[in-house]
């Protein structure tokens, strides 16, 4: 199983930016995907999901400014935000699991982070 997260970069605050997670060795559309992020000195916390039914969650944090998508026959997952601010900064991670959880500890594979730095 490989996830290989891409897309991070530099951001003015109020900006935009799509971040790709690209999965090989499973069928992803079985399996909920996830998108962590990891602030420096912070834990690693939740930002969003979707279901293999479609169903999305997100964290309080970016809601109404993000969105997660899928291309399934690219075993593709996108995070898409906007109107990003400076504490979105951080490296943020493509994850999978069976199933559906807030906590990131909980979750089975993972790829490597990408970094996304919000400043002006």
């Known amino acids: 199983v490989q996830l290989q997260a891409s897309g991070g970069g530099l951001v003015q605050p109020g900006g935009s930016l799509r971040l790709s997670c690209a999965a090989s060795?499973?069928?992803?559309?079985?399996?909920?995907m996830y998108w962590v992020r990891q602030a420096p000195g912070k834990e690693r916390e939740f930002v969003a999901a979707m279901a293999r039914s479609g169903l999305t969650n997100y964290a309080a944090s970016v809601k109404g400014r993000a969105a997660i998508s899928s291309d399934n026959a690219k075993n593709t997952v996108y995070l898409r935000m906007n109107s990003l601010r400076p504490e979105d900064t951080g490296d943020y991670y493509c994850a999978s699991s069976s199933g559906w959880s807030i906590r990131p500890t909980r979750y089975d594979y993972w790829g490597q982070g990408t970094q996304v730095t919000v400043s002006s």
């Open positions: 060795g499973f069928t992803f559309s079985s399996y909920w």
